[in-house]
């Protein structure tokens, strides 16, 4: 059973999951696990994402629609916005968006976690009848840490950063974006 999470200040959970292979029909999966279901869902690059970002993220864009000043319409497209610091969507995607056929992080949120995990059955179900195997995500810290190293080198001319480092500089650009 995948671990659900609890994001109590804002009455959400959520669950972090991986596929090591993204089908080109990822959209129809996913429209079909929202039928009738109250909850989000994103697919990431796993190697930008730890289980220990995703409450400051999702916290952040649910006050950035709470308060009218998020970017997007979309709740899902907006974490992703959130996550990459930038107002760039096509920038966020194509940066930390998760390509077809390969690794993907997908993370479901919803506010009540038996829908929660009602979705995640149905998000197997639909991965299982393509031959794919959907797993609890395990944290990367190195891969996170190489990731973002590489990615926050480039704006702010670092090098070298520890993973609580990188976490906090991911964590800061997220917040400067609603800045």
Not at 11 to 30: H, K, M, Q, R, Y
Not at 34 to 43: A, E, G, H, S, T
Not at 120 to 140: C, T
């Given at each position: 059973?995948?671990?659900?999470?609890?994001?109590?200040?804002?009455?959400?959970?959520?669950?972090?999951?991986?596929?090591?292979?993204?089908?080109?029909?990822?959209?129809?999966?996913?429209?079909?696990?929202?039928?009738?279901?109250?909850?989000?869902?994103?697919?990431?690059?796993?190697?930008?994402?730890?289980?220990?970002?995703?409450?400051?993220?999702?916290?952040?864009?649910?006050?950035?629609?709470?308060?009218?000043?998020?970017?997007?319409?979309?709740?899902?497209?907006?974490?992703?916005?959130?996550?990459?610091?930038?107002?760039?969507?096509?920038?966020?995607?194509?940066?930390?968006?998760?390509?077809?056929?390969?690794?993907?992080?997908?993370?479901?949120?919803?506010?009540?976690?038996?829908?929660?995990?009602?979705?995640?059955?149905?998000?197997?179900?639909?991965?299982?009848?393509?031959?794919?195997?959907?797993?609890?995500?395990?944290?990367?810290?190195?891969?996170?840490t190489s990731f973002w190293s590489s990615l926050l080198s480039k704006d702010l001319n670092v090098?070298?950063?520890?993973?609580?480092?990188?976490?906090?500089?991911?964590?800061?650009?997220?917040?400067?974006?609603?800045?």
């Amino acid at each position: 059973m995948e671990p659900v999470r609890n994001i109590d200040s804002l009455g959400l959970c959520f669950t972090l999951l991986l596929v090591d292979n993204l089908p080109e029909e990822w959209v129809s999966i996913a429209a079909e696990l929202k039928k009738n279901r109250r909850v989000f869902i994103q697919f990431f690059n796993p190697a930008c994402l730890v289980s220990e970002l995703i409450p400051f993220l999702v916290y952040n864009v649910h006050q950035a629609f709470k308060h009218g000043y998020n970017v997007l319409r979309g709740f899902e497209q907006e974490l992703l916005v959130a996550l990459y610091g930038k107002r760039s969507f096509q920038e966020a995607l194509s940066t930390l968006g998760a390509p077809v056929s390969q690794r993907a992080a997908i993370l479901v949120i919803s506010e009540d976690a038996e829908v929660l995990k009602e979705a995640v059955a149905a998000l197997k179900e639909g991965f299982s009848k393509r031959g794919l195997s959907v797993e609890p995500f395990r944290d990367d810290e190195q891969s996170f840490t190489s990731f973002w190293s590489s990615l926050l080198s480039k704006d702010l001319n670092v090098e070298a950063l520890k993973y609580s480092d990188v976490l906090e500089l991911v964590k800061e650009r997220i917040a400067l974006l609603y800045v």
